[in-house]
Protein backbone atom coordinates (compact mmCIF):
# COMPACT_ATOMS: atom_id res chain seq x y z
CA UNK A 1 0.00 0.00 0.00
CA UNK A 2 0.81 3.07 -1.17
CA UNK A 3 0.89 6.47 1.24
CA UNK A 4 1.85 10.08 0.98
CA UNK A 5 1.24 11.89 4.34
CA UNK A 6 1.51 15.60 4.21
CA UNK A 7 2.55 18.30 7.22
CA UNK A 8 3.67 21.64 8.15
CA UNK A 9 0.63 23.53 7.51
CA UNK A 10 -1.14 26.04 9.32
CA UNK A 11 -2.12 29.99 9.53
CA UNK A 12 0.28 32.27 8.98
CA UNK A 13 0.12 36.15 8.22
CA UNK A 14 1.55 37.62 4.72
CA UNK A 15 5.42 37.87 4.59
CA UNK A 16 5.54 34.96 6.33
CA UNK A 17 7.10 31.23 5.10
CA UNK A 18 6.07 27.78 5.90
CA UNK A 19 7.61 24.66 4.70
CA UNK A 20 5.61 21.61 4.05
CA UNK A 21 6.64 17.75 4.23
CA UNK A 22 5.50 15.01 2.79
CA UNK A 23 6.74 11.38 3.55
CA UNK A 24 6.20 8.49 1.29
CA UNK A 25 5.79 4.45 1.63
CA UNK A 26 5.32 1.51 -0.20
CA UNK A 27 7.02 2.51 -3.33
CA UNK A 28 10.23 2.40 -4.58
CA UNK A 29 10.64 6.15 -4.10
CA UNK A 30 13.61 6.93 -5.99
CA UNK A 31 12.12 6.05 -9.35
CA UNK A 32 9.35 8.34 -9.42
CA UNK A 33 8.82 11.83 -10.00
CA UNK A 34 7.07 13.96 -6.94
CA UNK A 35 4.90 17.44 -7.10
CA UNK A 36 2.57 19.72 -4.97
CA UNK A 37 -0.86 20.75 -5.55
CA UNK A 38 -3.70 23.38 -4.20
CA UNK A 39 -6.55 23.32 -4.33
CA UNK A 40 -8.65 26.52 -3.30
CA UNK A 41 -12.12 26.63 -1.70
CA UNK A 42 -14.17 26.97 -5.48
CA UNK A 43 -11.46 26.38 -7.63
CA UNK A 44 -9.97 24.04 -9.78
CA UNK A 45 -7.02 21.92 -8.37
CA UNK A 46 -3.50 23.77 -9.76
CA UNK A 47 -0.23 22.54 -10.31
CA UNK A 48 2.50 24.15 -7.55
CA UNK A 49 6.03 22.92 -8.18
CA UNK A 50 7.27 19.29 -9.32
CA UNK A 51 10.80 17.50 -9.18
CA UNK A 52 12.48 14.55 -10.75
CA UNK A 53 13.25 11.52 -9.69
CA UNK A 54 16.77 12.22 -9.22
CA UNK A 55 16.17 16.07 -8.24
CA UNK A 56 18.08 17.24 -11.07
CA UNK A 57 14.83 18.69 -12.33
CA UNK A 58 12.38 20.96 -11.13
CA UNK A 59 9.42 23.18 -12.22
CA UNK A 60 7.32 25.75 -10.94
CA UNK A 61 4.07 27.21 -11.78
CA UNK A 62 4.40 30.98 -12.71
CA UNK A 63 2.53 31.91 -9.69
CA UNK A 64 5.21 30.55 -7.41
CA UNK A 65 7.57 33.71 -8.81
CA UNK A 66 10.86 32.34 -7.21
CA UNK A 67 9.18 32.08 -3.60
CA UNK A 68 8.79 28.12 -3.09
CA UNK A 69 10.95 26.15 -3.80
CA UNK A 70 10.38 21.86 -3.69
CA UNK A 71 13.29 19.50 -2.63
CA UNK A 72 13.36 15.76 -1.85
CA UNK A 73 15.34 13.89 0.19
CA UNK A 74 15.27 10.09 -1.42
CA UNK A 75 17.05 8.38 1.66
CA UNK A 76 13.81 9.43 3.81
CA UNK A 77 11.42 9.28 1.15
CA UNK A 78 10.28 12.50 1.69
CA UNK A 79 9.78 15.80 -0.42
CA UNK A 80 9.02 19.27 0.88
CA UNK A 81 7.97 22.64 -0.40
CA UNK A 82 9.80 25.53 0.75
CA UNK A 83 7.47 28.53 0.97
CA UNK A 84 8.06 32.44 1.17
CA UNK A 85 6.58 35.76 1.00
CA UNK A 86 3.25 33.76 1.16
CA UNK A 87 0.11 35.87 0.48
CA UNK A 88 -3.05 35.32 0.94
CA UNK A 89 -3.44 34.04 -2.78
CA UNK A 90 -1.58 31.29 -1.57
CA UNK A 91 -4.39 30.47 0.38
CA UNK A 92 -5.86 26.88 0.18
CA UNK A 93 -5.09 22.77 0.74
CA UNK A 94 -1.84 21.59 -0.55
CA UNK A 95 -1.33 17.87 -1.27
CA UNK A 96 1.33 15.84 -2.32
CA UNK A 97 1.28 13.41 -4.84
CA UNK A 98 4.20 10.85 -6.18
CA UNK A 99 4.70 9.87 -10.02
CA UNK A 100 2.30 7.36 -12.48
CA UNK A 101 5.67 6.29 -14.47
CA UNK A 102 8.81 5.44 -13.43
CA UNK A 103 11.44 7.95 -14.12
CA UNK A 104 8.45 10.57 -15.72
CA UNK A 105 7.87 14.05 -14.90
CA UNK A 106 4.88 15.96 -15.64
CA UNK A 107 2.72 19.26 -14.69
CA UNK A 108 -0.48 17.38 -15.30
CA UNK A 109 -2.15 15.77 -12.10
CA UNK A 110 -3.40 12.86 -14.12
CA UNK A 111 0.83 11.98 -14.03
CA UNK A 112 0.51 11.43 -10.56
CA UNK A 113 -0.77 7.96 -9.22
CA UNK A 114 -0.65 8.22 -5.42
CA UNK A 115 -1.89 11.47 -3.29
CA UNK A 116 -1.85 12.80 0.20
CA UNK A 117 -4.99 13.57 2.03
CA UNK A 118 -3.63 17.22 2.02
CA UNK A 119 -2.43 19.96 4.61
CA UNK A 120 -4.23 23.48 4.81
CA UNK A 121 -2.17 26.68 4.40
CA UNK A 122 -4.14 29.58 5.04
CA UNK A 123 -2.53 33.34 4.71
CA UNK A 124 -4.08 36.43 6.50
CA UNK A 125 -3.54 39.83 5.15
Known amino acids: QVTLVESGGGLVQAGDSLTLACITS????????LAWFRQAPGKEREFVAG????????QYSDFVQDRFTIARDNAKSMVFLIMNNLGPEDTAVYSCALGRAEYGFGLASDEYEYWGQGTQVTVSS
Open 26 to 33: GRVFTRYA
Open 51 to 58: IGWSGGRT
